[in-house]
């Protein structure tokens, strides 16, 4: 079984800064896309960043210039790095990744973390 733990979620002013960290346990054979996806309230789920186990990455619009992805393969973790955080980044943020675990690929997600941008 695998799992996915999310952790960094809290309450920040405008402006400031935090760091999100999610890791992968259990039956993995191979990871391969990684990335963060976050959802407002009243608002679908949309994604924020991914990236591959190469480490290319792809950023929303909306945090371009703001939002560092990283991975570390061996230690199977991605990290989201927010910076100048604003009001409407207020969100639940998941991590997601796509897993192989020998017998089958599957998509997993962590169980979300709270992030609350205000002053």
């Known amino acids: 079984q695998v799992q996915l733990v999310e952790s960094g979620g809290e309450l920040v002013q405008p402006g400031g800064s935090l760091r999100l960290s999610c890791a992968a346990s259990g039956s993995i054979f191979s990871i391969y896309g990684m990335g963060w996806y976050r959802q407002a309230p009243g608002k679908q789920r949309e994604l924020v960043a991914t990236?591959?186990?190469?480490?290319?990455?792809k950023y929303a619009d909306s945090v371009k210039g703001r939002f560092t992805i990283s991975r570390d393969n061996a230690k199977k973790t991605v990290d989201l790095q927010m910076n100048s955080l604003k009001p409407e980044d207020t969100a639940v943020y998941y991590c997601y990744a796509n897993i192989y675990n020998g017998r089958h690929y599957g998509d997993y997600w962590g169980q979300g973390t709270q992030v609350t941008v205000s002053s």
């Open positions: 990236i591959t186990s190469g480490g290319s990455t």
